[in-house]
């Protein structure tokens, strides 16, 4: 091995931790396509069916997560919430904050926003209906990412546009890594005879990070932001759901009923009937744990 003023010649370059970040979600959504039969379309606003599900109370008492994300904002604060949706974050912190700002590009998402504001009473947040990437010369004091890091492809752009518009602290919010062992990982490949690409994590994110000279604070949240979703209460439901989910291109097809079949087969492995519903196992034989990490630093302004 030729080695030269303490470097090895033979080594070829590394991958860049945002080069990386890029390879792993391309990698992700290539075979998302691959298994939903299509591309998906950038004139198709996605949340069209799902954005009314996404209506809280903005004066509802703070689940953990929403707690520790106001626990960093001032009264005199302006909180930027990007990819806010409907206002599950932006709306219940702009009760406890000078004003709130949400950036988003779902047309079904702004409106949510707009008429769960006004049924609040809420008059100090604004929409601004755009992507991310796009906006500019937008400032605030503390700029929060919840939920929506790993649909970011370009990271590094995207970080600098948090930190640019943040005077104060930027906060990011994303699931935890589940546990291997949970039903979509072990019904996937099943179905498709390849395992998934999950979402990308801390393991990806925090090396772009640390490659853009940046410290966060790592905190650990459990819980699910807003509390449980509704179970599913019947079987069928449920195998329906699944199918929806891991194999959506087969449904109404001829291929429909054999992975009905498979899912049929492992469902006592990896769902199981609680009082509220049922309920998918991840890890052994445990209902889902549920946490996020919350991220944070404080800018340089």
């Known amino acids: 091995m030729a080695i030269k003023d303490g470097k090895n010649l033979d080594q070829a370059p590394t991958m ?13 959504f290539a075979l998302l396509e691959k298994v939903a039969g299509q591309a998906p379309s ?29 626990s960093y904002v001032d009264a005199e604060d302006t909180v930027i919430d990007w990819g806010g949706g409907a206002g599950r974050v932006s709306l219940p912190l702009a009760l406890r904050c000078r004003d709130v700002v949400n950036v988003e590009s779902s047309p079904s998402m702004q409106a949510a926003f707009e ?16 992507d991310w990437l796009e906006v500019e ?17 370009d990271i590094v752009p ?6 640019a518009a943040s005077r104060r602290r930027v906060i990011i919010l994303w699931l935890a890594p589940l546990a291997k062992d949970n039903w979509y990982t072990a019904l996937f490949p099943v179905i498709h005879g390849e395992p998934p690409v999950r979402w990308p994590d801390q393991r990806l994110l925090m090396p772009v990070l640390w490659e853009m000279g940046l410290v966060p604070e790592i905190r650990i949240v459990p819980g699910l932001l807003d509390g449980e979703f509704p179970l599913l209460q019947k079987r069928e439901d449920v195998v329906r ?13 001829p291929d429909e009923a054999g992975v009905r079949a498979i899912v049929e087969k492992h469902f006592d492995d990896y769902f199981v009937e609680t009082p509220l519903g049922f309920r ?22």
């Open 16 to 28: 860049s931790a945002a080069d990386a970040w890029i390879a792993h979600g391309d990698a992700m």
């Open 158 to 163: 995207f970080i600098e546009k948090l930190n």
């Open 115 to 130: 008429e769960l504001k006004a049924d609040a009473g809420i008059v100090n947040a604004r929409l601004i209906a755009a």
């Open 280 to 301: 998918g196992f991840f890890g052994e034989k445990d209902p889902r744990d549920d946490r996020h990490l919350l991220i944070t630093w404080e800018t340089s302004k």
């Open 42 to 70: 950038g004139d198709i606003d996605v949340y069209e069916e799902s954005a009314p599900g996404y209506r809280h109370d903005p004066h509802r008492e703070l689940d953990p997560q929403l707690a520790m994300i106001a």
């Open 137 to 153: 010369e937008l400032q605030g004091d503390v700029s929060v990412a919840v939920s929506i890091i790993g649909l970011v492809r």
């Open 241 to 253: 759901a699944v199918v929806g989910r891991i194999a959506p291109q087969c449904v109404g097809s």
